[in-house]
């Protein structure tokens, strides 16, 4: 009866998290429109934390993001500062392949990630092998990224694992002005 229940609980809780996805065209007319490779050539600072699925914050951290073009790509060299010292550089590597599609490598990451833009949100969507405690977890990133005003853009990542939610990344981006000299 036991192993029932909890069969039980365990399929209810993989259907509610599977019904509760947004689509990416109900933000279609939102603004201020978002476009990937404007707003992230540059410098790009982000603050964030992961939250565990009992709303326990683990982690925080400092990003700081340097984007360029290069061979009609845009890289984003990610520099994280984690509140426990530890640092870890993430490059990617992002391509448009078609009218609002993006899609992106890592070397952390398995396959492609896979984007989609529509009025100020993106989708970014990835399977990663994920480092915690010595041992590396493979594991889904469905990220929801809606650009602000004032160059700021706040980002919502559900983490999962075989369709069951481990935690959520909660990340705030400021893009930074870009110096000009007269």
Known sequence: MRIRRLTVCLLMAIMVNGCSSMNIEEFSNTQPHFVLDDYFLGTTHA????????????????????????????????DFVYNDGETDQRIWTITQTGKNRYEGQADDII????????????????????????????????????????????????????GIELGTVLLFFNKQPTNTHF
């Open 47 to 78: 603050w964030g934390l992961f939250e565990d699925r009992f709303g326990n914050v683990k982690r925080s951290f400092k990003v700081t993001i340097n984007g360029s073009q290069q061979d009609g790509k845009l890289v984003l060299v990610e």
């Open 111 to 162: 396959g492609k990630a896979q984007g989609l833009v529509a009025g100020n949100a993106l989708n970014w969507k990835y399977t990663m092998m994920l480092p915690v405690g010595g041992k590396s977890y493979k594991v889904k990133f469905n990220d929801w990224m809606f650009l602000q005003s004032d160059d700021v853009m706040i980002n919502k990542a559900t983490v999962s694992k075989w």
